[in-house]
Every structure is written in structure tokens, then in C-alpha cells.
């Protein structure tokens, strides 16, 4: 399972899986398995995931261990 | 991706992705093949039954495994989250059947209407499958989509 930052990043931009799905031209259910980490987005799509909530590919999907 | 057919590709993910299309298109030319040489069967050569047979059984088996497996994956009403959204996409469910249900009447009347019986408990019958495979299909989608909920 991969770990990832795209539903904080979602909510400090105050969207929803919905906003954000219809803003990169996928699903609510694909947004859901993101989040999960139950699905690995194309680097196109973390591209337009990153742009839409303003963040770099970094923040949103390197792991950095705690 | 969890599949059985994973054994068959090799671990890189262009590759996997290339030999994943390639495996797609040749299901599709074979299905192809099928269809054009039932056609051709009973057009033009013996009507061979059980040549027909055979080719009848490969195109159903290709039918059958693909439906099944994208109804009960769970992604054909990926937007379908809450239960209004449920309820309003399965009485829509319920009129395409029964729209269904009338064409598919209609139709075999036309050609076998001196045998209207078998042919309406076939177009009842046909009529509730579609139903139970589209509904088992919007439950599964809904139940997954519950669990990915913000």
C-alpha cells in the first residue's frame, strides 16, 4: 500500500473527492483509491492531482519516515 | 493489479502494460474470428451444429468472463456514493429492464408470434437477469465507494 498526502492536501484546499475528481477528469472512486492508497495514479495524473491542489509531487506522494 | 494473469506477464510495468493491451486486442480478434466464422457457417457452408457449437460456446465464454468480472468489480457506478444516488440509479436500473423487457418482445414476436408464450417467459426471464446482474453490479459499486468516503 503506498502512502500519500492527496486527501490532507484536498482538504486544506477545501474540496471535495468530487471537486477534485471532475477537476482531473476522473472519478470520485478513483480519487477514493488514491487516498487509500489502494490504486497508483500515471505520473499525468499525479501531475494534474499536484497542480490542482497547488503542491509539488513531493509533498504529495514521497514517504519521508517518522 | 491482482489478477491471475499476472503469472503470464513479465515484471516490468511498461512491458506488463504493452503485453496487457496486446492479450486485450487478441481477445477481441478472436472473438472477431467467432462471430465472423458463425456468420459464415451458417451462411454459406454445412450449418455444422456442432462446429457452431463450439464457436457459440467460445464467444459466451468471452461474454460471460468479461461482464462478470467488470460487474462484480465494483467500478461501472463509480459516482453512486450516497443512498439517494443508490436509489435513484436502481429504479433507473429497473425502467431499462422493463424497456428492455418490451424491445426484446417485441422483436421475438415479430419473428416467432404463432409461439408467444416460450417467447415471453424468455423475454421475462432475459429481462430479470439483466436486472440482477446490473443491480448486483450497482450494489458492489456503492459498497465499494461507501469505503472510500472522505
Not at chain 2, 29 to 52: H, M, P, R, T, V
Amino acid at each position: 500500500m503506498m502512502h500519500n498526502n492527496v486527501k490532507v492536501a484536498r482538504i486544506e484546499q477545501s474540496l471535495t473527492q468530487e471537486q477534485l475528481a471532475k477537476a482531473v477528469k476522473v472519478t470520485r472512486q478513483t480519487i477514493g483509491l488514491i487516498e487509500k492508497g489502494k490504486y497508483n495514479p500515471s505520473l499525468q495524473l499525479c501531475m494534474a492531482i499536484a497542480i490542482k491542489l497547488d503542491k509539488t509531487l513531493d509533498q504529495l506522494f514521497w514517504e519521508v519516515d517518522k | 493489479m491482482k489478477s491471475w494473469l499476472s503469472i503470464f506477464l513479465p515484471d516490468d510495468e511498461y512491458k506488463q502494460e504493452r503485453v496487457v493491451y496486446f492479450l486485450a486486442e487478441g481477445g477481441v480478434l478472436l472473438l472477431l474470428y467467432f462471430g465472423g466464422a458463425l456468420l459464415i457457417n451458417e451462411l454459406l457452408l454445412s450449418q455444422d451444429f456442432a462446429g457452431q457449437l463450439v464457436m457459440l460456446i467460445g464467444l459466451g465464454l468471452y461474454a460471460v468472463y468479461t461482464t462478470l468480472r467488470y460487474s462484480l468489480s465494483g467500478i461501472e457506478f463509480a459516482d453512486v456514493v450516497e443512498l439517494n444516488q443508490f436509489k435513484k440509479q436502481r429504479w433507473k436500473l429497473f425502467i431499462q429492464s422493463i424497456g428492455f423487457f418490451v424491445i426484446f418482445l417485441m422483436m421475438s414476436l415479430l419473428s416467432h408470434f404463432d409461439n408467444w408464450l416460450p417467447t415471453l417467459v424468455l423475454a421475462l426471464v432475459a429481462s430479470m437477469l439483466l436486472f440482477i446482474l446490473n443491480y448486483t453490479s450497482l450494489k458492489r459499486s456503492y459498497t465499494k465507494n461507501k469505503e472510500l468516503i472522505d
